[in-house]
Nanobody, 130 residues
Framework: QVQLVESGGGLVQPGGSLRLSCTASEFALGNYAIGWFRQAPGKERDRISCINNKDDATLYSDSVKGRFTISRDNAENTAYLQMNALKPEDTGVYYC???????????????????????WGQGTQVTVSS
């Protein structure tokens, strides 16, 4: 399994921005597709965004599309989640993990967790509140 460490969370006012980082220390991040997930208080963990490692194709959930941007810098062994126009409902613990990313003729690009590579870390807390 692939271990990643998240950072960059904090308290921000509605409408503000944060950039989360996801760092790999023991392997080359460029070998894996990366996904960001969010777990809001009392709710299940949801996929927010994914980025492929072959062509940097990206996916976003409808709840963050147009506000969040996922990116990666393989030279720095780091992936990022730039979050703009934050809303109180964006509050939660954010996790980055290695994911399976592929393409289907019928459904287009998709990504999902995979037991062979996905390992959940501590996450980073994001709180959006005035």
């Amino acid at each position: 399994q692939v271990q990643l460490v998240e950072s960059g969370g904090g308290l921000v006012q509605p409408g503000g921005s944060l950039r989360l980082s996801c760092t790999a220390s023991e392997f080359a991040l460029g070998n894996y597709a990366i996904g960001w997930f969010r777990q809001a208080p009392g709710k299940e963990r949801d996929r927010i965004s994914c980025i492929n490692n072959k062509d940097d194709a990206t996916l976003y959930s409808d709840s963050v599309k147009g506000r969040f941007t996922i990116s990666r810098d393989n030279a720095e062994n780091t992936a990022y989640l730039q979050m703009n126009a934050l809303k109180p409902e964006d509050t939660g613990v954010y996790y980055c993990v290695a994911v399976f990313f592929s393409y289907s003729y019928y459904s287009g690009y998709y990504c999902r967790t995979d037991a062979s590579m996905t390992s959940w870390g501590q996450g980073t807390q994001v709180t959006v509140s005035s």
